[in-house]
């Protein structure tokens, strides 16, 4: 394929190598004369493991060519990929000087190609720069529209510096972000081949989750330094808590507990994030991300709170009480914090738990629930249907297959169902849906 690559540093610098190596013709596009001179000399621009001996490799093949002339780089090429960088404003918002100047100039480009032309942006963007931002521009500079004269996708670069040229090689996966079936034919045609799953998804999604693996990824170092300061502390080994910790994959490292829903609550988590931050300030220790949590996990329970009572309605049923689906637990249940602050502001509440029986609730458990719902007798209702009869919104906590399928049945036009547990196939009930943040 003959591809041009916009920006040579060390996620440009890395592909072009990379992709002649694999035998395309590429061109490289750089401001910087120094860079090209470079490339063409064999040299590498940037400091890689393995960049030396490649650079020289695929630069004595005949496929590399440089130029700073950003239109005839479009005009021999039918794909581009767009590497420029995209650094942090002096306010922290993302300065997209670069790529906006490059934009129009590879629209003025296009405006003046016959064939259709493939932009594919491989530098980190906010989510939406591709449709709301770039996509403006390119349209108005190649009088051309998305879609029909040039097609636009975002391919999320995952290199890490250090090890580019093997991640280019066995990358986690291959995400396109794309709204056509012909830039994923081409991409695929170009990292089909990788060892690894192709994925398509949406150009917004494909933007976010990159943000969302960084963020993650620095989650996790912090993660595993604020348990050290800890560990330090408390005279333990750091290492050998993050080993046994990293063993475990079904409920550590894995997919559990990643997927957005509620607050989270319950007999452990919460004292125990309490009793860790304690432990910190008796040995002045700062664990800001630690000490973050339960403010967090608050928000989320005010956002519901707020899209309740943004409804304006005073009588509101609750089908879910328990911390989670299956068990009659109540201690420090986000739900009941629900309900508490709810009756605070007046509202009148119903309630509906399979689980939940006042007469068996024993324990730390009917204490909790007495101290936080001291009326919760008159407020318990044995049926689902007289639940959903007496309110006018409804706050769905419970996850559970045959609760969905009578609120299917039963739930009216004239009532909304507050969504915390991700409902399947909403389009289904007669009643609004509103999801907590989906
Ligand atoms: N470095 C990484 O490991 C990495 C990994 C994944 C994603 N990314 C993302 O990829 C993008 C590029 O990162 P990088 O580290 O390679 O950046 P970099 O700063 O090393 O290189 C960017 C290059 O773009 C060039 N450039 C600027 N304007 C240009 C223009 N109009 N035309 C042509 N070239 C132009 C610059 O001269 C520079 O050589 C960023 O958005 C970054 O967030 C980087």
């Known amino acids: 394929m003959k591809i041009s690559i916009f920006g040579l540093g060390y996620v440009g610098a890395v592909s072009l190598a ?28 940037v400091v890689e493991e393995g960049m030396v001996d490649l650079m020289a490799q ?17 005009q021999d090429s039918e794909l581009s990929l767009i590497c420029v960088g995209t650094p942090s404003a002096p306010n922290g918002s993302q300065d997209q000087g670069a790529i906006l100047r490059l934009a129009v100039e590879i629209g003025k480009a296009i405006a003046v190609k016959a064939e259709p032309h493939v932009l594919v942006f491989r530098s980190t963007l906010v989510p939406g720069t591709v449709e709301d931002v770039l996509r ?13 004269g040039f097609f636009l ?53 494909a933007e976010m989750m990159k943000y969302c693996c960084n963020n993650f990824h620095a989650l996790k170092i912090t993660f595993a330094n604020e348990t050290a300061r800890l560990c330090e502390a408390l005279g333990v080994d750091p290492f050998e808590v993050m080993d046994l910790v990293c063993q475990d994959t079904q409920l550590n490292i894995s997919k559990a507990y990643l997927k957005p829903g509620f607050a989270f609550g319950g007999s452990c988590l919460p004292k125990d994030l309490r009793a860790t931050t304690y432990l910190a300030k008796i040995h002045d220790l700062e664990l800001p991300m630690l000490a973050g949590i339960l403010p967090s996990n608050r928000q989320h329970l005010d956002a519901a709170l707020n899209k309740l009572l943004a409804t304006g309605k ?11 689906t299956g068990t009659d637990d109540l201690r420090e249940s986000p739900l009941v914090t629900l309900a508490e602050q709810l009756i605070g502001k007046g509202v009148q509440l119903s ?5 939940v029986h006042l007469a068996s609730l024993l324990g730390a458990n009917r204490s909790f629930v007495e101290k936080h719902l001291p009326h919760i007798g008159q407020m318990l209702k044995a049926e689902l249907a007289q639940v959903i009869a007496e309110s006018e919104v409804l706050v769905l906590g419970l996850a559970d297959a045959k609760v969905f399928d009578v609120l299917t049945e039963q739930a009216r036009p004239d009532q909304v169902v507050l969504d915390l547990v991700n409902l399947p196939n909403p389009d289904r009930l007669a009643a609004t849906v509103v999801g907590l943040c989906w």
Do not use: M
Request: net charge neutral; charged share 25%; with cysteine.
């Open 58 to 74: 695929v630069a004595a093949s005949g496929r590399v060519t440089v130029t700073t002339d950003a239109q005839r780089a479009v």
């Open 18 to 45: 990379c992709l002649s190596r694999d035998g395309h013709e590429v061109i490289g596009v750089d401001i910087e004369p120094a860079k090209l001179e470079l490339i063409k000399s064999g040299k590498t621009p």
């Open 351 to 355: 309630i509906y738990d399979p689980e």
């Open 153 to 205: 996708c975002f391919q999320p670069e995952f290199l890490r510096e250090g090890s580019s040229i093997r991640d280019y090689d066995k990358p986690p996966f291959t995400v396109i972000g794309a709204n056509h079936a012909y830039p994923v034919e081409r991409l695929q045609a170009l990292f089909g081949h990788l060892p690894c799953k192709f994925l398509q998804t949406s150009v917004r999604s």
């Open 314 to 324: 005073r009588k509101i049923g609750f089908i879910g009480l328990s911390f989670k």
């Open 136 to 148: 403006p521009i390119i349209e108005e500079a190649s009088g051309k529209k998305d879609g029909e």
